[in-house]
């Protein structure tokens, strides 16, 4: 245990400080159960708390009340709450040297006290008391007369004085056994380094204003007494307080006042001070008991009775700072502290820092070697061998290369034999023979092929070693021979060129063929000399000028980087590294002579003709013709043969997947057994090394493969055809060391994959450069850097882009200089700002502090997509494009393909050049350290800022904390949070670093501030003052050797963690109790070893009989790449090399694995997001809750893989998807599913996961667009059951009748990035749009038409799979930037919401006048250039094919169903002729006169229906809307007139009245019509059926319960049986019709009234008379309320010309 050296006041203030105090303290709470507590009185919750929170063991709460005893048991269960007579009793009897504290109130109180300390004689007694008890009372209630105690005067605290903010005054008396005399009960001592605080760093700055106003009266003469604090009333009775001064004394209000207590207070809502209740959490705070964490379990009426105890003792800060004091002063008098220190770093020996021979050890190297370069032949040779032995040795190598190709001719043929014998096994042997006796024994002259024979079955990887893998095409492949190549820049070069393609026919991998399409070449200078004379030249194949990339799509995947290569390498070690890190890493003396230590030994080897190992499938050679040049040096003319190729070429997009694919596969064979103790890469354990683990040392790799022995494994990385491998031994010489690299290049050519002994790179401490970097292990520590030429190269493309900005050299505010030009505008040439930007991105691999300022290069890069919104723009794909170029050696003209000439440069491009420029100022290239030199080389930090308030705590390994905490200065708390949240991080930071606190480091900073964690890690510099802060560091860092780490962590942890409190001044919780602050950063915790997870049960749940246990971290690297579902639930600082052995597995093993990864949201956005995102199908988190423990505090990411994501092969009527609303299981005949699910259409675009249950897909909760519904007079809608779904919601297989693409996939096509709709209102406006667009689209075809074709697939996929074909084409995926119109249609909605010139909005005649537009805007444009015109010289007129997307086929049906839902609601019936009226009502006039009024009710309101739907233009909802109190009065009426010429059928609206009619529309119809339908005397008869069974008012028609108004559709039935026998018994209907699909009862006879009516010549001016309100309606307008301008006597007065319709009928 150390002693703590206390607080301190800083002298010295930094930026924006206005109080500061800094304190250093050991993190320890062991022992601290030797100091015992009894806590005395039902007022003394507060020291019951205290106790506990310092650890100290309480051994008893003494009480007299039932309240606080339950309350006690509730919170502290393990406590002993004791009731007085047992207390009385309690061991041991007058000698306890323990402590004894309470709040006396009343004399009841002090006399208990007293009695009890009497018996106890504790060593230590603390009496506290409000101070409005008098000064003599409280003097005798603390007297204490017993023999040997020592009475000290009491204290007169104040709440403030404690860094309270309260007024609230205490008096606290301390009292002691004369043996216990030397502790110090000094308050100033107890109040160390505390400041007063006002009442704002109490409260919670995100609340705003009450909803309503209330009156505020200011009254200085409150605050005197008990209200000192209040300013005034509200609404004459509610105390206030203001946040800028103190709070009133809680524990002198009464209950109401405390519920009714009101705060002036600072609020994000408002500049100016907000007037609101205070809320009960922050009474608590107020009262110092922050936190909502600790309440979160309790409800409401149960904190508010903590809050009541615990205002009856001093506030917590009081009772803390007295209860830590004492406590800790008497555990050093019981337990005797030896006091020692420990030294940070373990400086025991000597450090060794990089020297000169190793920085030019890493300029001399060179990365590339040509072709044809000589082998070094020493490393095979003996020491000192004479060439005697030297030619009897290439003697011996020719009898073994013969003796070889003997052996693999005739184990070939025995295994041919074997096999079947089948011919593409025996053309595929003989090739590989004839190409084995072609070689010698260190070249393959007539190039390689796979011995595909000795490839395993599984997965395919035989067949696909000997035919090759099958491209993925979007499109057919374009045709056409005259592509030209690009010439080389010197014939020398050509020449080199063209012998290259020689040497590609004379391996035979080309071939004759006849090609239809041939790919042209162009060169890229592989090796250069210095003279600047092209030694090597690559000629790649241009798949893309030619136009054949664009029809081909190819998978992911994952590359190794630089950082891989460095994990390989581990400092010099006497011992293995496992028995090293066993013993806990101890310090090693590093001047001891460096022959005993064993070291890291690199090696290289490269794989010749990579590509070119592996065949083109046969499917795909004619697409890849070959020009071949036979060369003329005469000047003569150069004849041209055309060739195909039957391996991969250089250039096709497919090939490079392909080629590292069937290298993996390589490798892994090549490696062997993992448990074989003989395998040179052997390895039996996995030993994971992670930050915040407590016997984390940052000097080594984080995840280490450890052999039997215990040593680390021998292992490699492959980066394309370069593989880098590492050995550890003492000398190269070793077999531990020689023997890897010697076994992999035999393992690789028994395989028939060419290892090139020219090229390989033996065991060395100081190896060339591999993937661009050095990392060399000849010092004692690995240091990296890169050659002095990529070095130059880097820092002379900064200097040329500061030139071009027009910067002085010297300039350090370029920012400021800019501002005070007049006119700044600069452009810069696109092409060679990218390769710039490529080639930093390489070299930030190797020096990581630069990679966040590559922001700003490519944000300035694609600036040019008007549609990307900057600093939203997903840099992913565009920073993989630009790394490619420095990857391959691209050219200028390929740098500056599809960008424009040149790019407008931003101010972000200026600032993060500039801070590049500050970083990277050396003129060598810089040697920096791997990792830090030994395990005491690790801090951690974490910080947070309040409004008024920061604290930032640094964590060192002898667990002593240094804290900075203070207040700002009043202009700081006014500015935004991510200000303070940055500044008091980087204050303390740049403090530490600049005094060499962190020299060689690895510092581990905590943020609960995302926008600093993105700053940090994605260099965001739109916040500029934060940006500046993190250059400062960043720079620090840079000088000082610190490894900087800068991740996010919840709010909520940031509480856990007591850095929160320490910002507002309270020390209660985390590190201010002595709790080792990595206990509260568990970045090496996986998912199921959170405490109280039930994430087993949870997985079994879903994953059913596919759940297995996680995956062991020994089986990341071998066991779990194989075959079946694996769930991986790596730690969060492991997660990254999890990640990456799937991304392996899924690239050897595409269509066989799947995984479920399970990961804490912990260094998400800092190390693995996107290696996640790109490596799972789907993703989503998992909220604490009945799973996932609150405990955990950030969310839990699962995502699981759902397999192979290939498209090709994937038959959709076999897809089922997770409903992303739902999560139940969607397949075609329960939802809709995208058609690009589970594909991956870009490097930085999400895996489309887009499906969702029928009922799920519905419009956005921001979806303003209307959908037009019939209305009645008084407004109300009138619609059917059926109607009321109608474009709210999508229907089971829409997606097999419209195609559908989810509004992410449409956000990928027309934005070119991802939707965040829960993180950007105009993501969410564009979701919105696109969903009302598709169901616009999905409406315009029927619901019984997509249930038919729903129907009839099911059958044909049962036929298909009976019969072994495919049935149906696939309904995707779509190209990126497919959008087949949905931009358009999102325009067309958008105008649509526009306002009309009356009311509403526009109708849809003008809505789709944007899509006119787009159609002539694309006419006119370029894009048109690829329509056709179709046109004949017999026929006049011309025809034209257009590619717009407003001319396609689902715009068409969007159009359609938009048109239906802003007007006509359904597609029109088919009208039902004269003759069928009168048929059918003929039916309905048997039976009345077969059954009379026993007919049923049913069938006479089928009868009745039909009638009036045809005599008087009714639509069938509007007829089943008849006033039956109406009908009934207007019938008697015409009776008692004896006028019967018509009946005034009466529609009603909103009925108000059941017992007469109010606003009706009252239609006249003919009582006998032209034709002979007796409407009145029907209607007579309905009326008495009804009466007969008691119904008068209400409802005509109704439904089978006799309540409900009925539906048309209720008529169907009854309606549909007649048509049938009529069409079976007569000729009136046609025999081919469908009587349910043409005839309707919605319009079928409204229908007929208008032909009718029209037959009969009856004027349009009389039919739009009668029938204007359902015009209007149909329109989705408001309706003419005919009721309120005609009464029934206006009606019978235009009886002539109301009648004139249905009279012709």
């Known amino acids: 245990m150390i002693k703590n050296s206390g607080a301190a006041f800083e002298t010295t203030l930094l930026a924006g400080e206005k109080v500061a105090v800094t304190t250093r303290r050991v993190l320890s709470r062991k022992g601290r159960c030797a100091a015992r507590v009894r806590v005395v009185g039902d007022a003394s919750l507060g020291w019951l708390d205290a106790a506990q929170l310092w650890g100290a063991s309480v051994e008893a709460f003494v009480c007299q009340g039932g309240n606080i005893k339950h309350l006690v048991e509730l919170l502290y269960p393990d406590v002993y709450v004791a009731p007085m007579a047992d207390a009385l009793h309690m061991l041991p009897h007058r000698s306890w040297d323990g402590v004894a504290v309470g709040t006396i109130t009343n004399e009841q109180d002090a006399s208990t006290f007293r009695s009890l300390v009497k018996a106890w004689m504790p060593a230590i007694v603390i009496v506290a008391g409000h101070c409005s008890i008098s000064r003599p009372k409280f003097h005798k209630w603390t007297d204490l007369v017993v023999e040997g105690y020592v009475h000290t005067t009491e204290y007169r605290c104040t709440h403030q004085g404690f860094g309270g903010v309260t007024t609230s005054k205490w008096k606290v008396s301390f009292s002691w056994r004369s043996t216990f005399d030397n502790i110090d009960f000094s308050i100033t001592r107890m109040t160390a380094g505390l400041y007063p605080r006002h009442l704002q760093t109490a409260l919670d700055d995100t609340l705003g204003p009450e909803g309503r106003s209330r009156q505020l009266e200011l009254d200085k003469n409150l605050s005197k007494g008990s209200k000192e604090g209040v300013i005034g009333l509200v609404d004459k009775k509610e105390l206030v307080m203001d946040g800028r001064g103190g709070a009133v004394d809680l524990s002198q209000l009464s209950k109401e006042e405390l519920h009714r207590l009101w705060v002036l207070a600072v609020s994000v809502f408002s500049k100016e001070q907000v007037l609101r209740k205070l809320t009960l959490l922050e009474l608590l705070s107020v009262w110092d008991y922050a936190g909502k964490i600790r309440y979160s379990s309790f409800d409401e009426a149960t904190v508010w009775r903590m809050l009541h105890a615990r205002l009856q003792s001093p506030p917590a800060k009081v009772l803390t700072s007295m209860m830590f004091s004492v406590c800790q002063q008497l555990l050093e008098k019981l337990v005797p502290i030896r006091f020692h220190c420990l030294k940070r770093g373990c400086a025991d020996v000597a450090r060794v820092t990089p020297g000169l021979l190793e920085t030019k050890g890493i300029q001399r190297a060179k990365a590339a070697l040509p072709d044809d370069a000589g082998i070094e032949l020493s490393y095979w040779a003996l020491p000192g061998e004479t060439p005697e032995q030297g030619a009897a040795r290439v003697r011996l190598r020719n009898l073994a290369h013969k003796w070889w190709v003997c052996n693999l001719e005739i184990e070939a043929y025995d295994w041919l034999y074997a096999n079947g014998n089948h011919p593409e096994d025996r053309e595929a042997i003989k090739d590989c023979i004839r190409r084995a006796a072609g070689s010698d024994y260190w070249d393959w002259h007539r190039g390689s092929r796979l011995f595909f024979w000795r490839f395993p079955e599984e997965s395919g990887w035989r067949k696909d070693a000997r035919d090759g893998v099958e491209f993925w095409h979007l499109a057919e492949a374009p045709t056409g021979m005259h592509v030209q190549n690009i010439p080389a820049s010197t014939r020398e070069a050509e020449l080199q060129l063209r012998s290259k393609v020689f040497q590609l026919y004379f391996r035979w991998y080309l071939e004759k063929g006849s090609p239809d399409l041939v790919t042209p070449r162009f060169p890229v200078e592989k090796v250069v000399s210095d003279d600047g004379k092209v030694l090597d030249i690559r000629g790649v194949w241009d798949a893309k000028r030619n136009g054949l990339n664009a029809t081909l799509w190819c998978p992911g995947f994952a590359l190794p980087t630089t950082q891989d290569g460095a994990d390989l390498t581990v400092k010099w070690l006497t011992v293995p590294v496992g028995e090293y890190l066993r013993r806990g890493s101890p310090p090693q003396d590093y001047t001891q002579d460096q022959r005993k230590f064993i070291k890291s030994f690199s090696w290289d080897h490269d794989v010749a003709q990579q590509f070119n190992n592996y065949r083109m499938h046969k499917k795909e050679r004619h697409s890849h013709g070959v020009r071949f040049i036979h060369t003329r040096n005469n000047g003569g003319v150069e004849p041209q043969t055309f060739l195909q190729f039957c391996v991969l070429p250089f250039g096709c997009v497919c090939s490079p997947y392909i080629a590292i694919q069937g290298q993996e596969r390589i490798m892994e064979l090549c490696e062997g057994e993992p448990r074989d103790t003989s395998n040179p890469f052997e390895y039996s354990e996995c030993w994971l090394n992670l930050p915040t683990a407590k016997n984390y040392d940052p000097s080594m790799p984080r995840v280490m493969l450890l052999r039997s022995d215990g040593e680390l494994a021998s292992r490699k990385v492959t980066f394309v055809d370069d593989i880098h491998g590492l050995s550890r031994g003492i000398a190269a010489q070793d077999r531990c060391v020689r023997d890897p690299p010697r076994v992999l290049a035999f393992r690789m050519n028994h395989k028939g994959n060419q290892c090139a002994g020219r090229k390989f790179g033996p065991p060395t401490l100081s190896p060339r450069a591999w993937n661009g970097a050095m990392i060399h292990t000849d010092s004692p520590h690995p240091v990296k850097g890169t050659t002095a030429k990529k070095w130059s190269r880097g820092r002379s493309g900064l200097e040329w882009i500061w030139r071009e900005c027009g910067l002085p050299t010297d300039c350090t505010d370029p920012i400021g200089y800019i501002d005070n030009l007049e006119v700044w505008e600069v452009m810069i040439d696109t092409a060679e700002l990218r390769r710039i930007a490529g080639l930093w991105i390489h070299l930030t691999e190797l020096y990581p502090e630069g990679r966040c300022f590559l922001k700003g290069f490519f944000n300035a890069i694609e600036a040019f997509r008007s549609d990307r919104d900057l600093d939203g723009w997903k840099l992913a794909v565009s920073m993989d494009d630009a790394h490619k170029l420095e990857v391959f050696d691209a050219d200028r003209n390929e740098a500056a393909q599809d960008y424009p000439l040149l790019t407008r440069v931003t101010y972000q491009l200026v600032l993060h050049v500039h801070a590049m420029r500050k970083l990277f100022n050396s003129e060598e290239p810089r040697v920096s350290l791997v990792r830090p030199r030994e395990k005491n080389d690790i801090r951690y930090a974490c910080g947070d800022a309040s409004a008024e308030g920061f604290a930032q705590a640094v964590q060192y390994p002898d667990l002593e904390i240094d804290e900075r905490d203070g207040l700002w200065l009043p202009e700081i708390s006014a500015k935004s949070s991510n200000l303070r949240e940055g500044l008091n991080i980087a204050n303390k930071l740049k403090l530490d670093i600049s005094s060499g606190k962190h020299d060689g480091c690895e510092l581990w900073q905590a943020t609960d501030n995302a926008v600093w964690s993105a700053v940090c890690n994605k260099g965001m510099s739109s916040a500029r003052h934060l940006f500046e802060l993190l250059v400062d560091i960043k720079v620090l860092c840079h000088e000082h050797d610190v490894f900087f780490h800068c991740f996010h962590i919840s709010g909520e942890r940031m509480i856990a963690t007591g850095v929160d409190g320490l910002s507002r001044g309270d020390k209660e919780s985390g590190i201010a109790l002595g709790y080792d602050l990595r206990d509260f950063l568990p970045l090496d915790t996986p998912a199921f070893d959170v405490k109280e997870n039930k994430l087993e049960d949870w997985c079994k749940h879903w994953m059913g009989a596919d759940y297995s246990p996680p995956a062991e971290p020994i089986t990341w690297f071998r066991d779990a790449h194989k075959s079946g579902i694996h769930v991986f639930a790596p730690p969060p600082a492991a997660a990254l090399a999890a990640l990456k052995e799937i991304a392996k597995?899924?690239?050897?093993?595409?269509?066989?694995?799947?995984?479920?990864?399970?990961?804490?949201?912990?260094?998400?956005?800092?190390?693995?997001?996107?290696?996640?995102?790109?490596?799972?199908?789907?993703?989503?988190?998992?909220?604490?809750?009945?799973?996932?423990?609150?405990?955990?505090?950030?969310?839990?990411?699962?995502?699981?893989?759902?397999?192979?994501?290939?498209?090709?092969?994937?038959?959709?009527?076999?897809?089922?998807?997770?409903?992303?609303?739902?999560?139940?299981?969607?397949?075609?005949?329960?939802?809709?599913?995208?058609?690009?699910?589970?594909?991956?259409?870009?490097?930085?675009?999400?895996?489309?996961?887009?499906?969702?249950?029928?009922?799920?897909?519905?419009?956005?909760?921001?979806?303003?667009?209307?959908?037009?519904?019939?209305?009645?007079?008084?407004?109300?809608?009138?619609?059917?059951?059926?109607?009321?779904?109608?474009?709210?919601?999508?229907?089971?297989?829409?997606?097999?009748?419209?195609?559908?693409?989810?509004?992410?996939?449409?956000?990928?096509?027309?934005?070119?990035?991802?939707?965040?709709?829960?993180?950007?209102?105009?993501?969410?406006?564009?979701?919105?749009?696109?969903?009302?667009?598709?169901?616009?689209?999905?409406?315009?075809?029927?619901?019984?038409?997509?249930?038919?074709?729903?129907?009839?697939?099911?059958?044909?996929?049962?036929?298909?799979?009976?019969?072994?074909?495919?049935?149906?084409?696939?309904?995707?995926?779509?190209?990126?930037?497919?959008?087949?119109?949905?931009?358009?249609?999102?325009?067309?909605?958008?105008?649509?919401?526009?306002?009309?010139?009356?009311?509403?909005?526009?109708?849809?005649?003008?809505?789709?006048?944007?899509?006119?537009?787009?159609?002539?805007?694309?006419?006119?444009?370029?894009?048109?250039?690829?329509?056709?015109?179709?046109?004949?010289?017999?026929?006049?007129?011309?025809?034209?094919?257009?590619?717009?997307?407003?001319?396609?086929?689902?715009?068409?049906?969007?159009?359609?169903?938009?048109?239906?839902?802003?007007?006509?609601?359904?597609?029109?019936?088919?009208?039902?002729?004269?003759?069928?009226?009168?048929?059918?009502?003929?039916?309905?006039?048997?039976?009345?006169?077969?059954?009379?009024?026993?007919?049923?009710?049913?069938?006479?309101?089928?009868?009745?229906?039909?009638?009036?739907?045809?005599?008087?233009?009714?639509?069938?909802?509007?007829?089943?809307?008849?006033?039956?109190?109406?009908?009934?009065?207007?019938?008697?009426?015409?009776?008692?007139?004896?006028?019967?010429?018509?009946?005034?059928?009466?529609?009603?609206?909103?009925?108000?009245?059941?017992?007469?009619?109010?606003?009706?529309?009252?239609?006249?119809?003919?009582?006998?019509?032209?034709?002979?339908?007796?409407?009145?005397?029907?209607?007579?008869?309905?009326?008495?059926?009804?009466?007969?069974?008691?119904?008068?008012?209400?409802?005509?028609?109704?439904?089978?319960?006799?309540?409900r108004r009925a539906l048309a559709g209720d008529y169907a039935d009854n309606i549909y049986q007649k048509l049938d026998y009529l069409l079976e018994t007569t000729t009136l209907i046609d025999p081919g019709c469908d009587i349910r699909e043409e005839y309707g009862m919605q319009r079928s006879g409204r229908r007929f009234f208008d032909t009718q009516c029209l037959n009969m010549k009856v004027s349009t001016t009389d039919i739009e008379f009668q029938c204007r309100w359902r015009s209007d309606r149909a329109k989705g307008g408001r309706t003419v309320k005919r009721s309120m301008l005609h009464t029934y006597a206006e009606v019978r007065n235009m009886k002539t010309t109301l009648l004139r319709p249905s009279q012709a009928l």
Not at 1146 to 1163: A, E, S
Not at 1219 to 1243: D, F, M, P
Not at 1277 to 1297: N, S, V, W
Not at 1390 to 1399: D, I
């Open 1145 to 1603: 597995a899924r690239h050897k093993r595409p269509r066989d694995v799947t995984y479920v990864v399970l990961i804490p949201r912990l260094l998400y956005q800092e190390e693995w997001r996107s290696r996640f995102q790109k490596e799972v199908d789907i993703w989503f988190t998992l909220s604490t809750g009945t799973f996932w423990p609150h405990s955990a505090f950030e969310p839990l990411m699962v995502g699981p893989d759902l397999g192979y994501s290939g498209w090709k092969g994937i038959k959709w009527w076999e897809l089922a998807g997770s409903c992303l609303r739902c999560q139940k299981r969607v397949t075609y005949e329960s939802g809709i599913i995208c058609a690009n699910y589970g594909e991956t259409r870009g490097l930085s675009l999400r895996q489309c996961d887009g499906a969702w249950c029928a009922e799920c897909f519905t419009p956005s909760y921001l979806d303003p667009c209307d959908i037009a519904l019939p209305e009645d007079f008084a407004g109300a809608t009138i619609q059917e059951l059926e109607e009321q779904e109608r474009f709210m919601k999508a229907r089971p297989g829409d997606h097999l009748c419209t195609s559908f693409q989810c509004p992410n996939c449409q956000s990928q096509n027309i934005r070119g990035r991802d939707l965040e709709p829960t993180c950007n209102i105009s993501d969410a406006c564009f979701e919105s749009l696109v969903i009302r667009a598709q169901l616009d689209a999905f409406w315009a075809r029927s619901k019984t038409t997509v249930r038919g074709h729903v129907s009839e697939a099911r059958f044909m996929a049962r036929y298909g799979a009976a019969l072994g074909f495919t049935p149906m084409p696939p309904l995707g995926p779509f190209r990126l930037g497919t959008h087949n119109g949905m931009m358009q249609a999102v325009m067309v909605e958008m105008r649509a919401m526009e306002k009309g010139r009356g009311k509403g909005r526009v109708k849809f005649g003008t809505a789709r006048g944007t899509r006119t537009t787009t159609t002539v805007l694309w006419e006119t444009s370029p894009a048109s250039g690829g329509d056709i015109v179709l046109s004949s010289g017999t026929v006049k007129g011309r025809y034209i094919a257009t590619l717009c997307p407003s001319e396609g086929r689902w715009y068409s049906l969007f159009s359609m169903g938009m048109s239906v839902r802003m007007g006509d609601i359904v597609k029109q019936d088919r009208a039902y002729t004269i003759e069928i009226v009168h048929a059918v009502i003929e039916l309905f006039e048997k039976q009345f006169q077969e059954e009379g009024y026993s007919m049923p009710v049913r069938d006479m309101e089928a009868a009745m229906f039909f009638i009036v739907s045809c005599m008087g233009g009714f639509r069938g909802y509007e007829v089943v809307w008849t006033d039956l109190g109406a009908l009934r009065y207007d019938i008697e009426y015409c009776e008692n007139t004896g006028d019967m010429s018509a009946v005034a059928w009466p529609v009603t609206g909103r009925f108000k009245n059941e017992h007469g009619a109010w606003n009706h529309y009252m239609i006249p119809i003919a009582g006998v019509t032209g034709s002979g339908v007796r409407v009145f005397e029907w209607t007579q008869r309905m009326l008495k059926r009804l009466s007969l069974i008691g119904r008068t008012d209400g409802w005509l028609f109704r439904g089978n319960d006799g309540e």
